[in-house]
């Protein structure tokens, strides 16, 4: 039966006991999916699986239902494969690529959600061309895996590639196999980017429909933006407290084109203490009823 699966991102290292941690924060959250680097982001390091103890990690997955296919990994941030001016950051991207690809099957979880990338100053075409080609590159080193990539909806800020629906439509038809590519909305990204999702939510929806498709959404990273429409800023709000808006963001929650897609908060920490929000967001995106109960710092 379809339903909704809604979490947020937690963290998954040593000192939260790695994917045990996680999970006993997402039961805490009452969330039924979350999102994890497997690594830190901005390195190359990747947890020993031997050190994860998986096969514990699992039986607790399905102990407190949580399913590995609607759970989430985040690939990390040195991948850039629209990179044309330097090759060799290009090549290192592949292999970060393929390392991330691995480090999934190992746990289980076949959603990899992926920043496209940018194309530091090279031509934009130039540089999707080159992103296809790294992504063929990275499917057939991977072949036969089970693990999908997910390619996140971008802000415009800087030279970052995917910004727009037309993107992701050259990609599709460009690559020699698109089977195991899909779609992750970032509603942040798209509102900086110029989509309107609170005034023309339906016009939206239906343009990614047409020039993408909606059988290529798996997955949603559901923010409030601090800036308005078209800033190109990339900045998370808290949900209800941005310029998208609580309204808009429970409405994406509840839409029954979206059920059985993780959506996943990736939301600012909140008051004085810098506490995770995501138990009173998920709380309040369930039940539609918006309440103030941070202190926005």
């Given at each position: 039966?379809?339903?909704?699966?809604?979490?947020?991102?937690?963290?998954?290292?040593?000192?939260?006991?790695?994917?045990?941690?996680?999970?006993?924060?997402?039961?805490n959250?009452?969330?039924?999916t979350?999102?994890?680097?497997?690594?830190?982001?901005?390195?190359?390091?990747?947890?020993n699986?031997?050190?994860l103890?998986?096969?514990?990690?699992?039986?607790?997955?399905?102990?407190?239902?949580?399913?590995?296919?609607?759970?989430?990994?985040?690939?990390?941030?040195?991948?850039?494969?629209?990179?044309?001016?330097?090759?060799?950051?290009?090549?290192?991207s592949i292999?970060l690529?393929?390392?991330?690809?691995?480090?999934?099957?190992?746990?289980?979880?076949?959603?990899?959600?992926?920043?496209?990338?940018?194309?530091?100053?090279?031509?934009?075409?130039?540089?999707?061309?080159?992103?296809?080609?790294?992504?063929?590159?990275?499917?057939?080193?991977t072949?036969?895996?089970?693990?999908?990539?997910?390619?996140?909806?971008?802000?415009?800020?800087?030279?970052?590639?995917?910004?727009?629906?037309?993107?992701?439509?050259?990609?599709?038809?460009?690559?020699k196999?698109?089977?195991?590519?899909?779609?992750?909305?970032?509603?942040?990204?798209?509102?900086d980017?110029?989509?309107?999702?609170?005034g023309?939510?339906?016009?939206?929806?239906?343009?990614?429909?047409?020039?993408?498709?909606?059988?290529?959404?798996?997955?949603?990273?559901?923010n409030?933006?601090?800036?308005?429409?078209?800033?190109?800023?990339?900045?998370?709000?808290?949900?209800g407290?941005?310029?998208?808006?609580?309204d808009?963001?429970?409405?994406?929650?509840?839409?029954?084109?979206?059920l059985?897609?993780?959506?996943?908060?990736?939301?600012?920490?909140?008051?004085?203490k810098?506490?995770?929000?995501?138990?009173?967001e998920?709380?309040?995106?369930?039940?539609?009823?918006?309440?103030?109960v941070?202190?926005?710092?």
């Amino acid at each position: 039966m379809s339903k909704i699966y809604l979490g947020s991102h937690v963290s998954m290292n040593k000192a939260n006991n790695y994917l045990m941690g996680s999970l006993k924060e997402s039961i805490n959250y009452k969330a039924n999916t979350f999102m994890i680097f497997t690594g830190p982001p901005q390195n190359a390091f990747k947890a020993n699986p031997e050190d994860l103890d998986i096969p514990q990690f699992r039986e607790l997955c399905k102990v407190n239902n949580f399913e590995l296919e609607k759970l989430v990994i985040h690939a990390g941030y040195l991948i850039n494969m629209a990179n044309t001016v330097k090759e060799v950051t290009f090549n290192y991207s592949i292999d970060l690529m393929v390392k991330e690809i691995k480090a999934a099957e190992a746990i289980g979880i076949t959603n990899v959600v992926l920043h496209p990338g940018a194309s530091v100053g090279a031509d934009k075409n130039f540089a999707i061309s080159q992103f296809v080609k790294g992504l063929d590159i990275v499917l057939d080193r991977t072949k036969g895996s089970k693990v999908r990539i997910s390619l996140e909806t971008m802000s415009g800020k800087g030279t970052e590639i995917c910004t727009r629906f037309e993107d992701f439509k050259f990609i599709f038809e460009n690559l020699k196999d698109n089977s195991r590519v899909g779609v992750c909305f970032d509603t942040c990204h798209m509102n900086d980017a110029g989509y309107d999702l609170v005034g023309k939510y339906e016009e939206v929806i239906k343009e990614f429909d047409l020039l993408v498709g909606l059988d290529k959404l798996w997955c949603i990273h559901l923010n409030d933006s601090k800036n308005p429409l078209g800033s190109k800023k990339d900045r998370h709000q808290n949900i209800g407290y941005g310029f998208i808006g609580f309204d808009t963001l429970h409405k994406i929650t509840h839409d029954k084109r979206f059920l059985d897609i993780p959506i996943i908060l990736e939301t600012p920490w909140v008051n004085e203490k810098k506490k995770a929000p995501y138990k009173e967001e998920i709380e309040m995106l369930y039940s539609g009823e918006f309440t103030k109960v941070f202190s926005i710092i």
